[in-house]
């Protein structure tokens, strides 16, 4: 341990690069009244304290993001109660619960509404892969076919602590992001196609920027998709 | 609560069938309006469930007695057919329930709709249309209700093919593993 680290624990965590003072520098300027620190660090350090979810359930995983919210688990104490009712002024989508083919479309929607910076949470087995569904007629096979997942949530449902802890997850995320390079931050606002129905299925089934189909290791034939009959 | 006797409709409704099985009435085609009416004049004022069944064509072996007086098991082929079920009940004697069924066919199904007789039927009609493909003459608003108005076919009916969309497993099981030894997956 380098001298003074007792103090170097109490300071900000130095996470960049690039800066020009090491942590003693820092921690005795700290000392004087003085903090150093980047761009990048504060917003981050405030935008991950201040993570605004959507209000938004899709099933019984919602019971369990609300039980979250109350006062028992309280999710405040991450800087996170303030659930807001428009996609406009939600900067955190949890999809919490079972995503149909007749809801996929409405969720895409509803995130292409949502200003950036924003962030998924997948809840529960069903948003992550389809869950006890997966090989149903009618059930999404998972939300990140459609749209990018930055923490996935197991569990059926998860109970509050692990929501709390994918908070964490994502907030340890959004601290790291860099704010020069992050997509969040780079590319606009991100839409992605809402998906159409068709006799079947979704058209397309999922959407090639953000998910393909795991590859089959064991080379098995490939049989297209015959016609199915009605 | 007690059950609702379902004698005096039987009384009423000569070509009606209790069916002990099921513990229903059978109710003749064509004639499931007057019966509702009926019923709804004795205070059977609720309804509180609709639900359709589906039978594939069967082959039934029964024992009968033949001409010489011999008993014989014969095979005889049993119609598919689409039940549509109806549990009733009475808020004003606080009874029931009572169970009828109206019968029709797979391929042209067709009942009557018991919408205007009773609201609460109105969803579960239109549920019933949507996965069993009943049509329900008289319903004021029938279109589908849990699946996209786009979708083909009616999912709940027995011979219904769920699209192909099986993609390889990490770790498959039960039907996937052998639709995985067949090949028979996309990717």
Redesign the interface.
């Known amino acids: 341990m380098v001298e003074g680290s007792a103090d170097l624990e109490m300071t900000t965590q130095n996470i960049s690069p690039g800066m020009d003072l090491d942590d003693k520098t820092r921690a005795e300027l700290e000392r004087a009244g003085v903090i150093v620190t980047r761009v990048d660090f504060l917003y981050n350090w405030s935008r991950s304290n201040s993570v605004w979810p959507l209000t938004f359930g899709l099933a019984c995983c919602a019971i369990e993001m609300i039980a979250s919210a109350t006062s028992r688990f309280d999710m405040s104490r991450f800087g996170s109660e303030v659930f807001r009712p428009t996609p406009r002024q939600a900067d955190l989508m949890i999809v919490s619960g079972t995503v149909t083919k007749k809801m996929a479309p409405q969720v895409v929607r509803i995130y292409n509404q949502m200003p950036e910076p924003k962030w998924i949470i997948a809840m529960g087995a069903c948003a992550i892969s389809g869950g006890p569904f997966k090989q149903g007629y009618n059930v999404l096979k998972g939300i990140d076919r459609y749209l990018p997942v930055d923490v996935y949530l197991p569990g059926c449902p998860p109970r509050p602590e692990a929501v709390l802890q994918s908070l964490n997850y994502l907030q340890n995320k959004i601290n790291d992001q860099d704010i020069k390079a992050d997509p969040a931050f780079t590319k606009g606002r991100r839409q992605y196609p809402v998906p159409e129905f068709t006799g079947t299925d979704l058209e397309p089934p999922y959407n090639p920027e953000v998910w393909s189909p795991p590859e089959n290791p064991n080379g098995e034939p490939v049989v297209p998709p015959k016609k199915t009959a009605a | 609560m007690s059950e609702i006797s379902h004698e005096p409709l039987l009384k009423e409704f000569s070509d009606a069938h209790w069916d002990e099985a099921a513990c229903a009435v059978i109710v003749p085609e064509g004639k499931a309006r007057a019966v509702a009416e009926w019923l709804l004049e004795q205070g059977v004022d609720y309804c509180s469930n609709v639900t359709g069944v589906d039978y594939l064509e069967s082959e039934v072996k029964e024992k009968i007695n033949n001409e010489a007086g011999e008993e014989e098991t014969v095979t005889r082929t049993e119609p598919g057919r689409i039940d549509v079920v109806y549990h009733l009940y009475s808020m004003r004697d606080q009874t029931g329930p009572l169970v009828i069924k109206q019968r029709t066919s797979r391929e042209n199904a067709q009942v009557e709709s018991l919408t205007p007789l009773w609201r609460s039927c109105e969803l579960q009609e239109r549920e019933v249309f949507d996965l069993f493909g009943v049509d329900f003459k008289g319903h004021p608003d029938q279109r589908r209700i849990?699946?996209?108005?786009?979708?083909?076919?009616?999912?709940m009916r027995k011979d219904?093919?769920?699209?192909?969309?099986?993609?390889?497993?990490?770790t498959p099981h039960d039907?996937?593993l052998e639709k995985?030894k067949k090949?028979?997956?996309?990717?």
């Open positions: 849990l699946m996209w108005d786009e979708f083909e076919g009616h999912p219904f093919v769920e699209p192909f969309d099986y993609e390889w497993e990490p039907e996937i995985h090949g028979k997956v996309i990717v």
